[in-house]
């Protein structure tokens, strides 16, 4: 008799997992499946859907090596319920198990279907996160602000990481200033490291293109880690070749450079292939050995224990109704190019058939270009949301609604950013060439070649007048357009409204 069912999700592929911290190999099995209703309760990327069943059937296998009892689910598997709850009920059945124990899924879509599976399971918190869901409530409780730079500085003073006693190394928490330099000429990122499919891997590319090959995106040339040992190959990677000069260039864009210096280890570490501490350490060393400078290691670690602490903290604490947030009331629905990168927008384009590819963009490529877009002109941010799930291989609820809700669309009012993040074509043109091969011109601000980006962001400035202009960091946004002569305004909000119903037209943008 089978004592407990220990659940392993896919994105919990970590030996120090608290429900197997819970657990006895002697007494009870661990379940581990491979779901349609995982895959499809949005149509994730199909290099998405390889990376993570590549992953989880090797850390079933290394879990067996260990010493575990695994009852494994392949989705071809003919006896296949296609659900975690059905294949906990299945293998109830089979063992003859009363009980399941399992940590905490990260979307609460997810924890509300283990509530109500008739074996009974008992949650574990997931404590491969540095903060707790109680120690944020307790950091968030009486603020009317819920700003990361300072729950950043509260986790560095937690861990000790790059602190000299109680002050930041340096003498400054935050190096982000010196992480804005726009790319030179010639510059060749290393990019990340890639993997040759093994066996095993090309079997479940096969059944994967078998089953999702329609999919959007592509499967082709696939190169993700698929073990730790990988993963951690991928991360000396990163902090020798890429580090380095990650802080200066963080933030730029150079057009068939998809990765620039970026690490490209967030599949990983929100899969639990790597750990955070692991992750910070490793930058923090190289740092200490001076073979990476300052804001280079300080802003790789504020990605990991500042942003991705606080975007879980956020996620949890405002609730489940979060991702369905709209504050701004934008209702536009996400235009075809989004899916086929078919716009003279070359920013757009370039990182719409990047995605394609790779399953991947970095942040800025992220927030600035496609969520830029979506912000400006208008677009559902329940549709902005659920692109941005499908299309990435790093992406989970509870990373990505407060990313894209909060910090991108504005749409949870002001609870992730203290303003949101719009601006015309010159930031995209600062900080990248894509401006350089685009129909339109940059600096053309209305008439013949405009760029969109520059007439939808008065256009949305003004719309939106009432809400922001009271924000101090946008009040010289509004003196600029309040100079501006009112033939001028005129002629921008008439131009930015022809634009948008081009848009809702369906015509080529």
């Not at 009974?120 to 707790?132: A, T, W």
């Not at 790789?300 to 405002?318: A, N």
């Not at 329940?382 to 692109?387: A, C, I, K, L, P």
């Amino acid at each position: 008799m089978v004592s407990r069912l220990i659940l392993v999700l896919g994105d919990q592929l970590s030996d120090d997992l608290s429900a197997l911290r819970e657990a006895s190999k002697e007494t009870d099995v661990v379940v581990m499946a491979e779901v349609q209703a995982e895959t499809d309760y949005v149509p994730h990327h199909p290099r998405k859907i390889a990376f993570l069943f590549a992953a989880m059937r090797k850390f079933a296998a290394h879990l067996k090596t260990e010493g575990w009892s695994v009852r494994y689910t392949c989705l071809d598997d003919a006896e296949n319920t296609q659900s975690i709850p059905g294949e906990l009920i299945r293998a109830a059945e089979a063992t003859g198990a009363e009980e399941v124990i399992a940590t905490e899924p990260g979307e609460f879509r997810l924890i509300s279907a283990l509530e109500e599976c008739p074996v009974p399971v008992h949650l574990f918190p997931d404590d491969r996160f540095l903060c707790s869901h109680t120690e944020f409530e307790g950091w968030a409780e009486g603020r009317k602000e819920l700003r990361m730079e300072w729950f950043y500085r509260e986790m560095r003073r937690k861990t000790g990481l790059m602190m000299e006693g109680d002050k930041p190394a340096g003498g400054k928490w935050n190096y982000d200033h010196d992480n804005r330099k726009r790319a030179p000429k010639g510059l060749a990122p290393p990019g990340p490291l890639r993997h040759a499919p093994d066996k095993m891997t090309r079997d479940v590319i096969e059944l994967v293109r078998a089953r999702f090959g329609n999919r959007w995106g592509s499967l082709d040339d696939f190169w993700f880690a698929t073990t730790r040992e990988e993963a951690q190959a991928s991360l000396a990677h990163f902090v020798e070749h890429s580090l380095p000069t990650f802080g200066d260039y963080q933030d730029a864009m150079v057009a068939g450079e998809p990765f620039m210096f970026h690490a490209l280890l967030s599949p990983y570490i929100n899969a639990g292939l790597l750990g955070w501490r692991e992750v910070c350490e490793a930058a923090e060393a190289a740092w200490s050995k001076g073979d990476v400078p300052i804001n280079a290691a300080e802003g790789f670690i504020r990605q990991i224990i500042g942003w991705r602490e606080y975007i879980r903290g956020v996620y949890f604490l405002e609730g489940p109704d979060y991702p369905t947030r709209n504050e701004l009331g934008a209702t536009r629905a996400l235009p075809d190019f989004y899916w086929d990168g078919d716009t003279d927008m070359a920013c757009v384009s370039e990182v719409v058939r990047t995605t394609m590819a790779e399953a991947y963009a970095h942040h800025i490529q992220r927030l600035m270009v496609t969520g830029n877009f979506a912000l400006l002109a208008g677009l559902d941010p329940g549709q902005v949301s659920e692109w941005y799930l499908v299309v990435y291989a790093d992406a989970y609820e509870w990373v990505e609604a407060p990313n894209v809700v909060g910090m991108s669309q504005f749409a949870d009012g002001g609870v992730v950013a203290s303003k949101p993040y719009v601006s015309g074509g010159n930031y995209i043109n600062k900080m990248s060439d894509y401006c350089k091969g685009c129909a339109y011109s940059v600096s053309t601000k209305t008439g013949d070649g405009a760029c969109p980006f520059n007439l939808l962001y008065w256009d949305f400035l003004n719309r939106h007048r009432a809400r922001f202009e009271g924000n101090p960091r946008m009040a010289q946004m509004y003196r600029t357009w309040d100079r501006m002569d009112e033939d001028r305004r005129e002629t921008v909000l008439a131009e930015a409204g022809a634009l948008l119903d081009r848009l809702d037209a369906g015509q080529r943008i």
